[in-house]
């Protein structure tokens, strides 16, 4: 395909590694923002403004290496405005569940939420049952069991797992327990608390076949009205719970949306100032492009918004000529010079996704340029640039042109003779058929044959006796016709006369009438003699 070529993809999608990639290029981008991820956090985050000069530079696919490296330890949960530029409680409750909804592989249709759930239980009921609250006969043991295995401890579709089926029994009172103790290490009001407890048990012991599994989570996540503050009061519990287990990480990219609506610029400021201090362990990184910075955000927040947001600031850099030729190196391995050879910086700029789009333009230009000199021609037009890169192929037959050009000395110089321009011969095509005016050599037209047509037998007026006609005669090939075997072997009344037929035979024909009809027969389709 024309359009299948090394330099195709252009944009990458948070959340997928990158096909292709080099470390050369933001390099120092990606280390800053990996320390800051692996640094242990006890009690605070950071909030990451991450910035390129312009689209282009390689924000998203250094969040997806980034998101790779730390997927096992961290939590990315990837924001998606809604109409480009609204971003709220519900919102990202919606995100959070997403990406905890997905599956987990060869589990039988267990997602990451039931392994969340059970470590919270686990986790939340080991100080219960080291203080004898929670009685236990084999209190060490069973210390030992929530500790290194809260997953199988906790398995509610296990029949052997005695701790999760004592717990189904007794979660009326051992939830609101269980409650209090997540609100005490979460720093958060008990109400929200209690609510995911709730929410995720009855997630956690419904059968992974049920159909209503996942849409009963979801009717119970958005049973809040979102104008009196409570659906952020719920986000902030399930983040804060969420950080109890594993590191997570919010992450804002694309928001261009935000260019054209600096008022929900505002309110996310305000949104994100607001969950990072209700949920300190907290890590958002926030990515833009300077020209929405500049006119979206910094007109509208005050200096203490824009302090939270800009808490660290991380810059995205030009590509120089070594970082240019490695880039091209991931794409096409040995050809980076070659092809940067054949870019024009001044129009591609010097960002990824401009150098990338001009190394697709020059890779299809050469490769119809190399097409061309297989086929003997070159394409029209061709830049001289391009053609000069290949050489040109040698005419090995030029015929003057019937009406050749003449070209005229000037009125002081000395006579010449009329130059003839040679032209290449053209190349001879085979003769389109009788009939085809539109002839294409490349694809051989369809022949119908026509079907034989025979000419009816004209009617014989019969006196009073019924002569039968003779049966069809294939007349397409000539008959091999044998003098010693006669054609007409079986009497006339058997070629009359069906084999199986009750009807009485008829009368006996008229000798002379039949004898009459036979010559006209052979007179008008027979060759040779009975």
Not at 265 to 272: C, N, P, V
Not at 348 to 354: D, E, L, N, Q, S
Not at 504 to 524: K, N
Request: aromatic share 6%.
């Amino acid at each position: 395909m024309a359009n299948d070529h090394p330099f195709q993809v252009l944009f990458e999608t948070l959340g997928r590694l990158p096909v292709s990639h080099t470390d050369a290029v933001n390099r120092q981008a990606y280390e800053i923002l990996s320390n800051i991820l692996t640094v242990p956090v006890e009690r605070q985050g950071r909030c990451v403004l991450l910035r390129a000069p312009r689209a282009g530079h390689g924000k998203t696919h250094l969040l997806s290496r980034i998101q790779h490296q730390l997927g096992s330890t961290h939590e990315f949960i990837p924001l998606h405005p809604a109409f480009g530029c609204r971003i709220d409680a519900l919102s990202v409750i919606d995100d959070a569940l997403r990406r905890l909804l997905r599956p987990l592989p060869a589990s039988g249709g267990l997602c990451v939420l039931d392994l969340v759930t059970r470590r919270l239980f686990a986790s939340a009921l080991q100080p219960l049952v080291a203080s004898g609250e929670v009685p236990c006969q084999d209190r060490e043991g069973a210390l030992a069991a929530l500790r290194a295995r809260p997953i199988e401890t906790f398995d509610f579709h296990h029949p052997n797992a005695v701790t999760a089926h004592w717990a189904r029994e007794n979660f009326e009172v051992l939830g609101q327990r269980l409650s209090m103790e997540l609100a005490q290490r979460c720093e958060l009001p008990i109400r929200e608390i209690s609510f995911w407890v709730n929410t995720l048990f009855r997630f956690a012991i419904t059968p992974v076949e049920n159909p209503g599994r996942v849409a009963t989570l979801a009717a119970s996540a958005h049973s809040v009205d979102p104008g009196n503050g409570m659906a952020m009061e719920r986000l902030e519990a399930l983040l804060g719970l969420l950080s109890l287990l594993t590191r997570v990480v919010l992450v804002a990219d694309d928001l261009e949306g935000f260019s054209t609506d600096d008022t929900a610029a505002l309110r996310f400021a305000a949104f994100l100032g607001s969950l990072r201090q209700s949920v300190e362990r907290l890590d958002v990184i926030l990515s833009l492009n300077m020209d929405i910075w500049q006119s979206a955000f910094v007109p509208r927040l005050s200096g203490g918004l824009a302090d939270r947001l800009s808490e660290v600031v991380i810059e995205l850099t030009p590509l120089n000529k070594t970082e240019m030729v490695a880039l091209l190196e991931s794409r096409v391995p040995g050809l980076g010079d070659r092809v940067l050879e054949r870019i024009d910086l001044n129009e591609a700029g010097t960002h990824a996704r401009g150098l990338i789009r001009a190394a697709g333009v020059a890779w299809l230009r050469a490769t119809a340029v190399d097409a061309a000199a297989v086929s003997g021609h070159h394409p029209e037009p061709v830049s001289p640039a391009v053609a000069a890169a290949v050489e040109k192929p040698e005419v090995t037959a030029a015929v003057p042109d019937p009406s050749p050009e003449i070209v005229e000395s000037a009125p002081d110089s000395p006579v010449q003779e009329p130059v003839l321009v040679e032209r290449e011969a053209p190349v001879a095509e085979p003769a389109p058929f009788l009939g085809q005016e539109n002839y294409t050599p490349a694809v051989e037209p369809p022949i119908l044959w026509p079907a034989p047509e025979f000419l009816p037998t004209p009617p014989v007026e019969v006196a009073s006796t019924p002569v039968p006609e003779p049966e069809p005669v294939d007349f397409s090939s000539p008959p091999q016709w044998q003098p010693a075997a006669p054609v007409f072997t079986p009497s006339l009344e058997s070629i009359s006369q069906p084999e199986e037929s009750s009807a009485p035979p008829p009368p006996p024909p008229d000798t002379d009438r039949v004898d009459d009809l036979l010559r006209q027969f052979r007179e008008r389709y027979g060759r040779g003699s009975l």
